[in-house]
């Protein structure tokens, strides 16, 4: 998959096309399972990276946060 990763994205109708062009899937059925999958994969990655970068933020503003309470202690 990381080769067709670009080619790919979380809606399924779109990977089902991507799949017939990059693949030979006779089974209706599987053709939807792989497809499927890599929605809910690409899905799940996006969910964690927006994760990542909330808590990055959280940390930024907290980081923010100490250094001007140290300040105005000082």
Same mark, same amino acid.
């Given at each position: 998959?990381?080769? #067709? &990763?670009?080619? $790919?994205?979380?809606? $399924?109708?779109?990977? &089902? =096309? ?9 089974? &209706?059925? @599987?053709?939807?399972? /792989?497809?499927? #999958? /890599?929605?809910? #994969? @690409?899905?799940?990655? @996006?969910? +964690?990276?927006?994760? &990542?970068?909330?808590?990055?933020? =959280?940390? +930024?503003?907290?980081?923010?946060? !100490?250094? /001007? !309470?140290? =300040? /105005?202690?000082?």
């Amino acid at each position: 998959m990381t080769t #067709y &990763k670009g080619k $790919f994205d979380t809606d $399924f109708a779109h990977n &089902k =096309q991507v799949l017939n062009e990059i693949a030979v899937v006779r089974s &209706k059925g @599987l053709k939807n399972e /792989i497809a499927g #999958y /890599i929605s809910s #994969y @690409l899905r799940r990655e @996006l969910e +964690e990276q927006e994760e &990542k970068e909330s808590v990055a933020a =959280q940390n +930024e503003s907290v980081d923010e946060t !100490e250094e /001007i !309470e140290e =300040q /105005i202690l000082n």
